[in-house]
């Protein structure tokens, strides 16, 4: 019998080359022949891999951009099936990525779900900052662009409310706006939304230490937060993951063509990082970060302090266990504040992107989170 | 109290001891208790197995993770990386400096530090104008309700723009 291993499983050269009864060069011989015959499997795969990478994608749905602020933009999606749901739903993205993750594959969208269950969705595409965004303030975007966007969706649908999904900072950023225009906001839904700041745990928080870190110095010096900063802070939180093992488990299945098509997709995504407002990065930090003054009650913007206990819609809290970014501990805090009555937490097994491109994100959480919101809607009228 | 059977050994040494003890231990499916006596046939079928190359790697990733984590807590990390930002900060300084001295009057144009200024001073402006017009409104709204008799319609006057300076 061959002590071979089938190439489609690691190949481990100590175990051929010195097993305890001592070195057997026929099979050592064997297994780096195998290893061989694989390697050039992986090799003739080449030119599906390059066609994947050629063939990725930004965004899976199509849309129609219907309001533009440069460099912000208000996208609608056109789903296929009919509208069963009068208020309409608005996502609000982070504005250190680009939004496209929430509809990055057709089986890995959650825009989709929200059209699938019968919602007329929308989207705020934040845009790439341009030198002249780099003053622009949490007030310029939030009582600015957003509350617009809110307006202009309001007189193109005839509704009263929205439904607001904020993912990340862009929940955070919803949590405030839901506080300031309470009347315009029907449902709340946070995805790995940070409300609290006041643990630890996170390395973020860490490295944001006022001892450490000197935001205004960083803010005054760049203007724009350049989007490397960015991008590798986070793929520094998890080093050895996003630096070894995601390239391993690539060569592991770069003969696999629908990994190759999801892997892609996220490597797009996750290399399109974009510069933020130095304004806006500075409040987040400072007040954020620094201070934790959200619930506090005391986190300016505009002038004003956000109460969160000001919003009294109901509220749908989504964390994902092993999010790194965003821990649970930071979001779940938000009962506390809010004014709500119908208040939900739901959580799964995944990572902070996880939640929104998951296997098990949309198998388990999202049909039930578009059900929580089609359960608080208003059916349309039929005449 | 220190350890008498066990000598002290240096951080990079502990480090890599415990990494590949406990790629070892994972390797041979045990518990994952280094130094453990173990029963030798037993080890080596699961050592032989291709599964063990995968228990392995995942176990060695995972230590590195930990202890990349814990590293990247310290002082000494915080430390170096205030240091590098220092510098890179520094370095952008000089850059918008040169630019600003020689470039911008050698080629008579303006910077993207100039149009920062212009646009933050339109910006402020448009701030102030709109806060004016709301007082305007709020006081036509007075005169209004005054003559005519029914409530204020005017909304209250904007909390004025503040400064991207430092604050």
Redesign the interface.
Request: proline share 12%; charged share 20%.
């Given at each position: 019998m061959s002590?071979t291993?089938?190439t489609s499983?690691?190949?481990?050269p100590?175990?051929?080359a010195f097993?305890?009864?001592g070195f057997d060069p026929a099979a050592a011989s064997k297994a780096w022949q195998a290893e061989m015959e694989n390697f050039s499997k992986k090799l003739g795969a080449m030119p599906k891999v390059l066609e994947a990478a050629m063939k990725a994608k930004k965004g899976a749905t199509p849309y129609e951009v219907v309001m533009t602020e440069a460099p912000v933009r208000l996208v609608r999606y056109q789903g296929k099936g009919d509208k069963r749901h009068a208020t309409p739903v608005l996502f609000v993205f982070a504005m250190v990525n680009r939004p496209y993750v929430l509809d990055l594959l057709p089986n890995k969208s959650v825009v989709r779900q929200f059209l699938n269950a019968g919602f007329d969705v929308y989207m705020i595409d934040w845009g790439i900052p341009t030198?002249?965004d780099?003053?622009k303030?949490l007030?310029d975007y939030i009582e600015g662009h957003l509350h617009r966007a809110v307006e202009r969706i309001l007189a193109d649908t005839g509704s009263e409310q929205v439904n607001l999904i904020g993912y990340c900072m862009g929940g955070t950023m919803s949590a405030m706006y839901a506080s300031m225009h309470q009347e315009l906001v029907k449902n709340l839904i946070l995805m790995a939304a940070p409300i609290d700041w006041s643990s630890r745990d996170s390395?973020l928080l860490?490295?944001t230490?006022p001892?450490?870190?000197d935001v205004?110095?960083?803010v005054?010096?760049?203007?724009l937060i350049p989007p490397q900063f960015l991008g590798n802070s986070f793929a520094?939180l998890?080093?050895?993951?996003n630096y070894?093992?995601k390239w391993?488990g690539f060569y592991e299945k770069m003969d696999d063509e629908k990994f190759l098509e999801d892997f892609f997709a996220m490597e797009v995504w996750s290399n399109d990082n974009i510069p933020i407002s130095?304004?806006v990065y500075?409040d987040f930090v400072?007040y954020g970060f620094q201070q934790n003054r959200l619930v506090q009650g005391t986190f300016p913007v505009?002038?004003?302090k956000i109460n969160l206990g000001n919003i009294t819609c109901p509220v749908l809290s989504l964390t994902a266990e092993a999010d790194h970014l965003v821990l649970p501990c930071q979001s779940t805090p938000l009962k506390e504040h809010v004014g709500s009555t119908d208040y939900t937490e739901m959580s799964v097994k995944a990572g902070h992107i996880g939640l929104s491109v998951g296997s098990r994100a949309h198998k388990e959480i999202w049909p039930k989170a578009t059900a929580w919101m089609a359960e608080r809607s208003e059916p349309v009228e039929t005449e | 109290m220190s350890d008498q059977t066990t000598p002290p050994v240096d951080p990079i040494t502990g480090f890599w001891r415990d990494v590949w003890a406990r790629s070892a231990a994972a390797g041979a499916n045990t518990p994952g208790i280094p130094g453990m006596p173990m029963d030798p046939s037993a080890a080596a079928q699961a050592f032989m197995s291709p599964e063990a190359m995968k228990r392995m790697q995942a176990a060695f990733y995972d230590a590195m993770a930990q202890y990349a984590e814990q590293y990247m807590r310290t002082p000494q990390f915080l430390e170096s990386m205030k240091k590098s930002m220092d510098q890179a900060m520094q370095l952008r300084q000089q850059m918008d400096g040169f630019l600003k001295s020689n470039m911008a009057s050698a080629f008579e144009s303006a910077t993207g530090g100039s149009h920062a200024e212009i646009l933050g001073a339109i910006r402020q402006s448009t701030a102030q104008l709109q806060s004016q017009i709301a007082k305007i409104d709020a006081r036509v709204s007075d005169l209004e309700s005054a003559v005519t008799g029914k409530p204020k319609t005017a909304k209250p006057a904007p909390a004025p723009a503040k400064k991207s300076a430092k604050r």
């Open positions: 002590q291993p089938p499983q690691p190949f481990n100590f175990a051929q097993p305890w009864g030198p002249s780099a003053t303030t007030s390395l860490n490295w230490d001892k450490y870190f205004d110095a960083v005054d010096t760049f203007g520094m998890k080093p050895v993951a070894f093992q391993q130095g304004e500075r400072k505009g002038g004003k | -």
